[in-house]
């Protein structure tokens, strides 16, 4: 029977077990990987598991390998595979065993990619039956479904176990019978486990699960001769010597299968750390980022807005120890990778919230630390790509790009109003003609009560004393001057004092010159922005 259930010659299972050795590693050293399966394009939360297995990988000297999950051919994505590898690269996590993009194995306890491991999962398959460990199950779906609907009848649990699996005391004549027709088949365990036994089990992350014993004869191989995740996982894992499972939540409630299965086959079993899965606020309530309702699941996203890889990577380990922004404050030039990530403070449920305005604050913190060279090259880059318009604007002009960047930059107060590239274009474009737009509308918008007198007394005042020769302390008194001569207070605390007094403040005297400037209610000084301008500018604009 057994022959004929594996008519192909296959390895056996010591001679396997033999070529995966013991890892030659120090005391503590973590083995981790990632297994995400080419069924969507490149997901943050898989960056984000990848980021913190290859952090305790390497911070405990271990390893952090790629396995591509790629047993489920009718939800296969082509390309899928190779976008995990391209980002992992991009983003600096570094793999020490996987198969890399030429499809070479890199290293020696692979193959890393699950569709050229078939034969070993048959040769454990095989060596469980022969144990009377598992055994074929030639039920169609049509079966399954009428099992189902009994049980449901009789209020039973639903599922294959116990009395309601046809084909766990199955006899060899039964079973040959079957073969004989070609019946296809699927392989399944038998599990020893009783339903009424309670087994509690907690977590690294603190997950405690209490369940009853798994008593499923679950399929362990598919029909196509390609096994299921939950037994892939036990094979892999156990021979490519994975000491940490970290993976998604979703899996939690499957480990005690899974921990019953190490023990079946006799294995010692990983440590799990479950994730939690990156949620959102929608219209208050928490939910699980969407591949298909949310663009920022994927990191696609990132690209095309221009986010920065650092600022990806700190976002993402903020989000998993929280106290990271602290020790970032007093390490501000510090790798990334001097930070220790640990387990005690990985984010359980409540923490892990995507939250954009971080992301934001983050990035802009990087970018403000960045040179006017930096920004100019790396958003270039990125212009390239997503907005040729920008790009040809950039490259024509790159001196004034340069000195654009500059403004607020070395000085005491650093500008952070650029988050990422694709803010570059409206931080930028008001010091071209052909991108400078200002809406007068949006002026009444904001100030309802000036009228066009007050309004041409502040241009033309403004221009009829500025030189752009004057310091900026010069020119401020100019402004202060200006306000004072038309009856807009210079000194915000008097104008509060007493604002019937005035026609209002120096705020509004330099947001109209700045509206008029740029188009724009917020910039950054104004004074340098001049400078970028020129006289001629300035003054075109103002009248
Ligand atoms: N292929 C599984 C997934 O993508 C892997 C889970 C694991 O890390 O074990 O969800």
């Given at each position: 029977?057994?022959?004929?259930?594996?008519?192909?010659?296959l390895e056996t299972t010591t001679e396997i077990l033999a070529r995966y050795p013991k890892r030659n590693l120090p005391e503590g050293a973590m083995v981790t990987r990632i297994a995400p399966s080419p069924t969507w394009f490149m997901h943050i939360g898989t960056l984000y598991t990848a980021m913190v297995s290859e952090r305790f990988a390497h911070q405990s000297g271990g390893i952090f390998m790629l396995r591509i999950e790629d047993t489920d051919k009718k939800r296969e994505v082509e390309g899928a595979g190779e976008l995990v590898v391209e980002a992992l690269d991009y983003y600096g996590i570094k793999i020490d065993e996987w198969q890399d993009l030429s499809g070479k194995e890199i290293w020696n306890y692979g193959p890393y990619k699950q569709s050229a491991r078939q034969e070993i999962y048959a040769s454990f398959v095989k060596d469980l039956v022969e144990k009377w460990l598992a055994y074929p199950c030639f039920c169609s779906s049509e079966e399954l479904e009428e099992t189902r609907k009994t049980q449901e009848e009789y209020s039973q649990r639903p599922g294959y176990y116990g009395q309601w699996a046809k084909w766990r005391n199955a006899t060899e004549e039964d079973i040959q019978a079957e073969l004989e027709k070609n019946t296809p088949f699927v392989i399944r365990l038998r599990s020893a486990g009783n339903y009424n036994k309670k087994i509690k089990y907690q977590d690294l992350l603190k997950w405690t699960i209490e369940?009853?014993?798994?008593?499923?004869?679950?399929?362990i191989m598919k029909a196509d001769w390609l096994p299921t995740y939950h037994f892939a996982h036990i094979v892999d894992d156990y021979l490519m010597w994975t000491t940490h499972v970290i993976r998604w939540d979703e899996w939690l409630a499957s480990t005690p299968l899974h921990l019953q299965m190490f023990e079946m086959m006799g294995w010692q079993a990983p440590r799990y750390g479950h994730l939690a899965?990156?949620?959102?606020?929608d219209n208050g309530n928490k939910r699980k980022l969407s591949k298909r309702k949310d663009p920022e699941a994927s990191m696609s996203y990132y690209d095309e807005n221009g986010y920065t890889k650092e600022s990806i990577l700190e976002y993402l380990t903020n989000l998993a120890n929280s106290d990271f922004e602290d020790w970032r404050k007093a390490n501000l030039n510090a790798p990334i990778t001097d930070f220790k990530i640990g387990f005690e403070r990985l984010s359980n449920s409540s923490w892990a919230l995507f939250d954009f305005v971080k992301l934001d604050n983050i990035s802009k913190e990087i970018i403000s630390r960045m040179t006017s060279e930096e920004i100019y090259t790396r958003s270039l880059v990125w212009a390239e790509k997503f907005d040729k318009n920008l790009a040809s604007l950039m490259k024509n002009n790159k001196e004034k790009f340069l000195s654009i960047f500059s403004i607020e930059r070395n000085g005491e107060k650093t500008r952070k109003d650029i988050g990422k590239w694709s803010d570059v274009k409206w931080e930028t474009e008001y010091f071209f003609d052909e991108w400078y737009s200002f809406d007068k509308a949006s002026l009444k918008e904001t100030y309802p009560n000036l009228n066009e007198a007050d309004i041409s007394n502040i241009l033309s005042g403004f221009k009829a004393t500025y030189d752009s020769s004057d310091s900026k302390e010069i020119w401020f008194e100019k402004v202060k001057a200006l306000c004072d001569s038309i009856w807009f207070a210079s000194n915000i605390k008097e104008y509060k004092k007493a604002p019937e007094n005035f026609k209002g403040s120096i705020v509004e005297v330099t947001t109209i010159l700045r509206l008029f400037l740029t188009g724009k209610t917020?910039?950054?000084?104004?004074?340098?922005?001049?400078?970028?301008l020129w006289k001629d500018k300035v003054f075109e604009r103002l009248s």
């Open positions: 029977m057994i022959d004929k259930l594996f008519p192909n010659k369940t009853s014993e798994n008593d499923m004869d679950i399929v899965p990156i949620q959102k606020l917020k910039t950054p000084d104004m004074y340098y922005i001049m400078q970028v």
